[in-house]
């Protein structure tokens, strides 16, 4: 790359964090990058950590020493992860969306990427504290979630399979009992995707009863792999009477009417983890 | 937002683009939400464009007028796609991959978040001057590859099911050929996910005898929608003797092994998308 003066420092900088996020930089990265001496990068850094943290794109954390460097982490603003939670439970709480059996349609809203970026990011900044490994999820709906997520942790993503198939050699399978339904299916992970001691976090679409998540866990332990959190975009039911626990959601559908085809959502419990760790930060400062 | 000076305006811009692909952005945008004059807001657009276009991030396209603004098109430098579509058939082509049937292991591939992202940065490159209203895909491996291109077209996704689900409410369902294995399976679209008349990219990840990029063509007919075109990660057998035309590849199977269980590979038909493009371009100019 060509020398690169200030502004055009700023530019590249950005995007080559903003494509980076959990990633460890060296400064020499950039001053080998950009033909600049380290203080000069030093200074860019600093104006974007600032620009990042006060417009609520995330932290920049600045490591010190010969192993130091730079990293993203993503993390959104309380307010903007209440305004998307509020526009989220107003577009689910539209008319028509309650299918027969009570299910909600949230097909078309998990079809825009925009919505499961955003999504990705609020998941990213509740568990940005927890070591992770790997994200796993279940085919179909919780795929893209996950993959949102997984490209603001820096994470591979597992898909569990609702059948072994061909394509994925060995594989491991288990039972569970589709909570709701209250059937018995099989759920699978091909052998190789998943390495012993893995600190996994599951992420899917929708919850109630908490079979399928409950089977992602047993899955887990055939692997002698390691829960490390559960992140659910739309939760629905009673906490208490669910197979799992500790699971942290999105929006909360509050009630059905199957009748008038119609949900009333409010937030989920994810906004009391963002709380709590912002509080957190203040406490250890 | 808070007056910004150039060097934090020139951050923000960025990402703002980065997160708007595809998106015609009015100056006065900019000029409100920095509380700058257009007259800067230009001066950081060109130096934006410049560092973009010099670095193979894509093109910020400006279009003058009162209903004019600028509009970042992600595009990847023909080096970038070269070096990525490498290490791509390098990595598949190790031992061990190709599995029982002749089948290539690429979900551990497919589960990187960087290796689906630049996929998709390939895709939305190549399909980058169609009009696309949505991106179809079916379940399952295809699902983050369609998201990823859709988040560089800013386009939603639809995704196709194996079978109808209760969560989707009425649906469309076809019979086809799964071309390998010649036998009948079904797969069907939620009625209410996609419009008539719909322009439609169809994205998956592999694709031999075609069967099943065929039904989902199949299904289009009975929605009236329209084939805009068709993007595979990996193509494998003769495109003569394939169910469709006109598939987009980013690497093509040449040999599959199965005794020495090792693929060999190539880069795909995209390259040469990517060229004619570029040549296009340099005609019109």
Do not use: W
């Not at 000069?40 to 490591?63: A, C, N, Y």
């Not at 070591?131 to 490209?151: H, Q």
């Not at 399979?161 to 059937?183: C, F, L, M, P």
């Amino acid at each position: 790359m060509k020398k690169l003066k200030r502004g055009s420092r700023l530019i590249e900088m950005t995007q080559f964090l903003l494509q980076r996020p959990h990633t460890l930089i060296p400064l020499t990265t950039f001053a080998d990058r950009y033909q600049s001496a380290k203080s000069s990068i030093s200074e860019d850094i600093v104006m974007i950590k600032e620009l990042f943290e006060e417009e609520g794109l995330g932290e920049v954390l600045t490591i010190a020493g010969a192993a130091g460097g730079v990293k993203y982490v993503p993390r959104v603003a309380r307010e903007e992860a209440e305004a998307y939670v509020a526009q989220i439970c107003a577009e689910l709480g539209q008319a028509e969306r309650v299918l027969p059996g009570g299910y909600l349609y949230m097909s078309d809203l998990l079809g825009r990427p925009q919505v499961v970026r955003e999504a990705g990011k609020l998941f990213a900044s509740v568990f940005a504290d927890r070591t992770i490994d790997v994200i796993m999820t279940v085919e179909t709906k919780g795929i893209p979630l996950a993959y949102a997520t997984a490209s603001f942790l820096n994470v591979p993503v597992v898909i569990v399979r609702r059948d072994a198939k061909v394509t994925e050699g060995s594989a491991v399978s288990i039972n569970y009992i589709s909570g709701s339904a209250k059937r018995i299916q099989t759920m699978s992970l091909a052998r190789r995707l998943l390495r012993q001691k893995a600190r996994v976090l599951i992420i899917d679409d929708y919850i109630k009863a908490g079979g399928t998540v409950r089977g992602m866990i047993d899955l887990l332990g055939e692997f002698e792999a390691e829960l490390v959190g559960v992140g659910i975009f739309a939760e629905s039911g009673d906490a208490q009477d669910r197979l799992v626990d500790d699971v942290i959601s999105l929006v909360k559908l509050q009630k059905v009417d199957e009748r008038a085809r119609v949900a009333q959502l409010t937030a989920g419990n994810f906004l009391e983890q963002l709380t709590s760790k912002q509080e957190n930060d203040e406490n250890e400062h």
